[in-house]
């Protein structure tokens, strides 16, 4: 029974189309966060919701448009897409001290 | 200067090796010390963590924290191919639900 699913894993677009990824968890957890992760395996906070509000916006593209229907699942809506976007994008859900990873969403703009 | 600075790698060693990897840190609000590990294509999983300063082991592996000098470590004993991954180190102040900061990832290689 996975913990934290993404869907989908892979995603091949080209520029400017508008996107949409998945991210649910059955952990019980109150925050979620978007983590994007670069070709050299950096990862790096994008947004953290609590309780379906968000918290932390790192300074991302408003672009990138997170919602939260309620506090088990949090997606992340791309407008415009770009080539520099291409990435992994990871879904985490976290207690107060661990957070756990969905997949990872392969995104590849073209 | 970054907050978490992770040499890449990549490492490799022969099977049975002791391992050790290594983070430095610049803020002294970190309470939380993770380390995870990453198979290529998939998700990060959590290791283990430590709160605080201090040593913790956990079977072949055994975390370090130093907050006196900014610097954790991972060390893995009798280091197996299966070992083979991405570690990250990642941290947290205490309290609230701040997000992970990470470390740039250390790719590990273990040759049978």
């Known amino acids: 029974d996975t913990a934290v699913s993404q869907t989908p894993k892979y995603l091949v677009t080209q520029m400017g189309n508008d996107k949409s990824i998945k991210c649910e968890q059955n952990l019980g957890h109150d925050t979620m966060y978007w983590y994007k992760q670069d070709s050299k395996k950096f990862l790096k906070i994008m947004f953290s919701?609590?309780?379906?509000?968000?918290?932390i916006n790192e300074t991302v593209p408003n672009r990138f448009s997170p919602k939260s229907p309620d506090k088990a699942h949090l997606n992340l809506h791309i407008n415009s897409l770009e080539l520099g976007d291409s990435a992994v994008y990871f879904c985490?859900?976290?207690?107060?001290?661990?957070?756990?990873f969905g997949q990872g969403t392969r995104l590849t703009v073209v | 200067q970054k907050e978490v600075e992770q040499d890449p790698g990549p490492l490799s060693v022969p099977e049975g090796a002791i391992v050790s990897l290594n983070c430095t840190y610049s803020?002294?609000?970190?309470?939380?010390f993770m380390w995870y590990r990453q198979y290529s294509r998939k998700g990060p999983e959590l290791l283990m963590y430590?709160?605080?300063?201090g040593n913790k082991e956990d079977g072949r592996f055994t975390a370090q924290v130093d907050k006196s000098s900014k610097y954790i470590s991972l060390f893995i004993r009798d280091s197996q191919p299966s070992d083979s991954a991405t570690y990250l180190c990642?941290?947290?102040?205490?309290?609230?639900?701040?997000?992970?900061?990470f470390g740039k990832g250390t790719r590990l290689s273990v040759i049978a």
């Open positions: 919701y609590n309780n379906k509000e968000l918290i």
């Open positions: 985490a859900s976290s207690n107060t001290i661990e957070a756990f």
């Open positions: 430590t709160y605080s300063s």
């Open positions: 803020n002294s609000a970190f309470q939380y």
């Open positions: 990642a941290m947290r102040p205490s309290g609230g639900n701040t997000p992970l900061v």
